[in-house]
């Protein structure tokens, strides 16, 4: 789970890293036979049986510097991701967050730049909210309009959701699950299962080799298996 790509220096909330350090954690991967695809292609492949050399790259928000930033790294290591965006919020920036810098969203042009670049393009709701707190109008909206947003935007399906600030409760996965999704991604949905609640593992800034090799085998052993996925 991956969010910003750039400068650093203020990060309150360490959703940032840099584009170098991006670069060394994705070539991490690539010398253990790993390979970091988008989250439709990583369970298809599990439903087949196949992709124990996959690993999902998301991130979330879609900030302007994923197309600057983040993109050209994934391509030199020949990887893809999923952008989890804000139909909602298209050319803002995260208004949501207290502290830190101003962080400028993608425009419209730029998910569709990204989306014709091989980027999985999934919702993360229209505006950012935590899910849990919304009333059923708002959740309705955060659900289902953001998804025919994006794909009156793009011209292509949206399978793909992700919880605003990896808060989720069964209300807020019956919702997305009725709405069609495919899968959608959580954080740490605790007893929550399924390909609806999908857990993720954060990656930041201070992850070197080590701090990678430590995550990659502890969240191996901390999570159940995924109900309906081999």
């Known amino acids: 789970m991956y969010h910003s790509v750039g400068d650093c220096s203020d990060d309150p909330y360490r959703i940032t890293v840099t584009p170098g350090r991006l670069d060394r954690q994705l070539r991490w991967l690539r010398r253990r036979g790993l390979r970091g695809v988008s989250v439709a292609e990583l369970l298809a492949a599990r439903t087949k049986g196949e992709g124990r050399d996959l690993v999902g790259l998301t991130f979330d928000d879609g900030y302007a510097d994923f197309l600057t930033n983040a993109l050209p790294v994934l391509a030199r290591w020949q990887c893809t991701a999923t952008l989890f965006v804000l139909p909602g919020r298209l050319g803002s920036s995260n208004v949501w967050d207290p502290l830190g810098p101003r962080k400028p969203l993608l ?122 996925l081999r």
């Open 107 to 228: 425009t419209a042009d730029g998910i569709r730049d990204a989306a014709e670049a091989g980027v999985e393009i999934g919702s993360h709701g229209l505006t950012h909210v935590d899910l849990t707190q919304a009333d059923d109008t708002l959740l309705y909206a955060e659900v289902e309009e953001s998804r025919a947003v994006l794909e009156e935007l793009t011209g292509a399906p949206v399978t793909g959701f992700c919880y605003p600030y990896g808060t989720v409760d069964q209300r807020a996965v019956d919702t997305v699950r009725e709405a069609g999704y495919d899968y959608a991604c959580a954080i740490d949905p605790g007893v929550l299962n399924g390909p609806h609640v999908l857990p993720r593992l954060h990656i930041g800034q201070n992850d070197t080799a080590v701090r990678l090799f430590l995550k990659y085998r502890l969240h191996r052993l901390r999570r159940r298996p995924v109900a309906g």
